[in-house]
C-alpha cells in the first residue's frame, strides 16, 4: 500500500516571502501522479500543482514549483512571493496510474500560516 | 460550469441515530468518490463509484456505512448507527475519467458531522 508522509505539521512564512513544504512518498510502482491540494478553512479542496512521476521536468504553476526527486520519493512545494491568501491548510497526495481504482492517498496535512 | 455541490454543511446528532448525506457531482463526470476526513488528519477514500457501479469500496465500514448513486448522478451516503468516532468531514469528490490520465477529482465543501 502506498503512502505519504508529511513531516511538518506547520509552517509559517512572512509575506512575500518564500516556503518549501515537504513530503515523502512510499511506493512500489513505477507510474503515478503526485498532487498538492489546498484546503483553507471553507473545507473546499483546491488542487495547486500536479505532477506526473513519468515526467523529469518540475511542474509550475505561477508562484507555486515543485521539487519532484523520483529516486529519493520526496515532493516538495515552494510557494514564492507568499500571499496572504496562500494561508490554508496543505495536502500531498499520491494517486496510482495503474491501479482499477483512482483513489487519493493523502498525507496528513501543513498548516501554512503567512505573517503581514 | 457548477462545482460539486453538498448538503447538509453541517449536521449534528446523537450516538446511534442514523444520518444521510448528498452529493451532486458536475453533469458529465462519471467518477464520485466520498472521502471521511476526521479532524487533523488527511482525507480517507470511503467508496468510489463508476457510473453507478461501486469500483473501490474496502475502507468502507459496511456494518455501519452505505452508499449509494442511482442512475449514475446523485449519491447518498448514509450511517446507521453512527458511532462518536464518525464525527468528521465527509467530503464528495468528482471526476470525468477513474483510471488513466490525470483528471483531477473535483470536490464539493464537505459536509461536518458531529455526534454526541
Not at chain 1, 512510499?26 to 498532487?35: I, K, Q
Not at chain 1, 491540494?37 to 473546499?44: A, T
Amino acid at each position: 500500500a502506498q503512502t505519504v508522509t508529511q513531516s511538518q505539521p506547520e509552517m509559517s512564512v512572512q509575506e512575500a516571502e518564500t516556503v518549501t513544504l515537504s513530503c515523502t512518498y512510499d511506493t512500489s510502482e513505477s507510474d503515478y501522479y503526485l498532487f498538492w491540494y489546498k484546503q483553507p478553512p471553507s473545507r473546499q479542496m483546491i488542487l495547486v500543482i500536479r505532477q506526473e512521476a513519468y515526467k523529469q521536468q518540475n511542474a509550475t504553476e505561477n508562484r507555486f514549483s515543485v521539487n519532484f526527486q523520483k529516486a529519493a520519493k520526496s515532493f516538495s512545494l515552494k510557494i514564492s512571493d507568499s500571499q496572504l491568501g496562500d494561508a490554508a491548510m496543505y495536502f500531498c497526495a499520491y494517486r496510482s496510474a495503474w491501479t482499477s481504482g483512482s483513489r487519493l492517498t493523502f498525507g496528513e496535512g501543513t498548516q501554512l500560516t503567512v505573517n503581514p | 460550469e457548477a462545482g460539486v455541490a453538498q448538503s447538509p454543511r453541517y449536521k449534528i446528532i446523537e450516538k446511534r441515530q442514523s444520518v444521510a448525506f448528498w452529493c451532486n457531482p458536475i453533469s458529465g463526470h462519471a467518477t464520485l468518490y466520498w472521502y471521511q476526513q476526521i479532524l487533523g488528519q488527511g482525507p480517507k477514500l470511503l467508496i468510489q463509484f463508476q457510473n453507478n457501479g461501486v469500483v473501490d469500496d474496502s475502507q468502507l465500514p459496511k456494518d455501519r456505512f452505505s452508499a449509494e448513486r442511482l442512475k449514475g448522478v446523485d449519491s447518498t451516503l448514509k450511517i446507521q448507527p453512527a458511532k462518536l468516532e464518525d464525527s468528521a468531514v465527509y467530503l464528495c469528490a468528482s471526476s470525468s475519467e477513474h483510471r488513466t490520465g490525470t483528471y483531477e477529482q473535483y470536490f464539493g465543501p464537505g459536509t461536518r458531522l458531529t455526534v454526541t
